[in-house]
């Protein structure tokens, strides 16, 4: 298993820019190709702010701060006997202090479910500097949920929490909050703030004021202080911790509800939304240009994609409802930077430039609707309707202010997506070779030339394989001109406010 964990020094954070193998303490071999140890063979991972959580085969929570990880044991929860059955970490910009000494404890939560006792989480812990075969764990003090234990085969029947709240499917751990939805198709949410003798409050604002009957939860999926939940019909309902309040109704994201929507990935205050089809869109807002939308630096072409930065530290938001496609292709992104430097000569390339100006994020709009209606008819000729294009994304990630997606590339649909765009260089006139005047000065020099080549053995398939080469070098080169060469940045038509 790799990863790179940065380690949090408050006001520093060092850069480390490779993966690298998380290892065990000493007292614990790595499962290799060789042997199989059921203690390192992780089955399940959650990655939060600054650590990873692994859970092995034989139900071990291992937790990384650094490149060894420690082993978690609760201290009020006797995990051998219960097996854990999921691990989630969590993310949080909140300082935990531990009231003794008023050291910050960390920035993110981290979670367990055990089978048996129900969702067990705690706080971040500052991991020792050295750990060998005598101190490979550390014991925990967790707080359990109230009322999340019950099994329907062996859980505490006569509890009447348990009863009530139902068995949990599936749990996320937000900043402060942590939610769950249950087999009954209900919804909790529990503040860890509040004392261990809380219980869960039950969010009847997202099925009461919904019009599916019946309500049928599919998933939750959801990071930081944004979730979403999905619902078997096709719903998705999205909230926030803002919100989390019984009588709150939830966000209802219109694009959402009308595509085939497979996951959400939330980071700190951007999501992706992965389709069917294969296409992923980027949604929210992104800091100081930090790249997390996938749709170019905000200095240059985002604002063609329509994002529109609202101060100059480079925020970004997305403009418009149904979010904004991101491409795979390398030569879109040529086109794109083609087409800003169109722009600089035109008085809506200077508006859409503007930083800082909500005044121009209509214009901005109206042009991020263009480019991708224009961007929708790259492969034209080469995929039809319906069919998978030639970069389809399987799976998408987002955390913090990054973003990842796992795409499937049919390199040959995007090499006959390219050609279409590129306009060759007209073939140069050739004389026949058989025609050469050998009474001219040249016609001399080529015979000569011509004789040379066959004492040689050179053949007349050698000279055409040499030209396409020199040609295919000029294609290359600076004489090679794109569909879009001529095609100028686009304009309002100042009657219905359409670009033209």
């Known amino acids: 298993m790799f990863g790179n964990i940065g380690e949090v020094n408050y006001g520093f954070r060092p850069f480390e820019p490779y993966a690298r ?7 614990y071999p790595a499962t ?29 929570v291992w937790h990384w701060q650094k490149q060894v990880a420690f082993l978690v044991k609760p201290l009020h929860v006797n995990v051998e006997e219960n097996r854990v059955t999921r691990v989630v970490a969590g993310m949080t910009c909140i300082e935990h202090q531990d009231q003794s000494n008023q050291s910050p404890l960390g920035w ?19 991991a020792p500097e050295r750990l060998d075969s005598d101190a490979d764990s550390l014991l925990m003090d967790t707080t359990t949920i109230p009322g999340t234990g019950f099994r329907r085969l062996q859980g505490r029947q006569n509890d009447k929490i348990d009863t009530s709240i139902g068995e949990v499917v599936n749990h996320i751990v937000l900043e402060r909050y942590i939610i769950f939805t249950t087999d009954n198709d209900q919804i909790f949410c529990f503040d860890t703030s509040t004392s261990s003798t809380a219980v869960p409050v039950e969010l009847t604002s997202f099925y009461l004021q919904n019009n599916e009957m019946p309500f049928q939860i599919r998933d939750i999926q959801g990071t930081f202080q944004s979730f979403a939940v999905f619902t078997t019909s096709g719903s998705i309902l999205t909230g926030t911790v803002t919100n989390l309040e019984p009588t709150r109704p939830p966000t209802i994201i219109r694009s959402l509800q009308e595509s085939s929507i497979i996951s ?13 089809n294969g296409i992923v869109s980027a949604y929210g807002r992104e800091l100081n240009s930090c790249g997390a939308f996938g749709l170019g630096n905000h200095w240059n072409t985002a604002p063609l994609r329509g994002v529109g930065v609202t101060d100059f530290a480079g925020n970004g938001i997305v403009l418009g409802d149904r979010g904004r496609e991101v491409w795979f ?40 609707d263009f480019i991708e ?67 001219a000065p040249w016609g001399v020099f080529n015979w000569a ?44 038509n100042s009657a219905g406010g359409q670009l033209m």
């Open 449 to 492: 030339w011509e004789l040379g080549r066959w004492f040689l053995g050179l053949t007349d398939r050698d000279a055409r394989t040499a030209e396409g080469q020199q040609s295919s070098a000029e294609t290359d080169g600076e004489n090679v001109r794109y569909t879009w060469t001529d095609q100028p940045f686009p304009s309002l």
């Open 264 to 276: 959400l990935a939330y980071g700190d205050h951007h999501f992706l939304a992965l389709r069917a």
């Open 108 to 126: 993110e939560e981290a979670s367990m479910y055990v089978n048996g006792v129900g969702i067990v989480y705690w706080r971040h812990i500052i």
């Open 329 to 368: 292709e390398p030569l879109m992104k040529v086109w794109l930077e083609d087409m800003r430097e169109k722009g600089r000569n035109t008085a809506m390339g200077n508006v859409i430039q503007e930083r800082g100006n909500r005044e121009s994020f209509e214009t901005i709009k109206a042009v991020g």
């Open 32 to 60: 290799s190709k060789e042997r199989y140890e059921p203690s390192t063979a992780v089955a399940q991972f959650s990655t939060g702010r600054a650590c990873v959580l692994g859970l092995s085969d034989d139900g071990k």
């Open 21 to 27: 193998k998380l290892g065990f303490p000493p007292a």
């Open 373 to 439: 209606g224009e961007g929708r008819k790259w492969e034209e000729g080469v995929t039809a309707e319906g069919d998978m294009g030639a970069y389809f994304v399987l799976k998408v990630a987002a955390a913090g202010w990054h973003s990842a997606a796992l795409v499937l590339v049919d390199e040959e649909k995007a090499e006959q997506a390219r050609k279409n765009h590129v306009i060759m260089p007209e073939e140069r006139s050739v004389a026949p070779r058989e025609t050469l005047d050998r009474d």
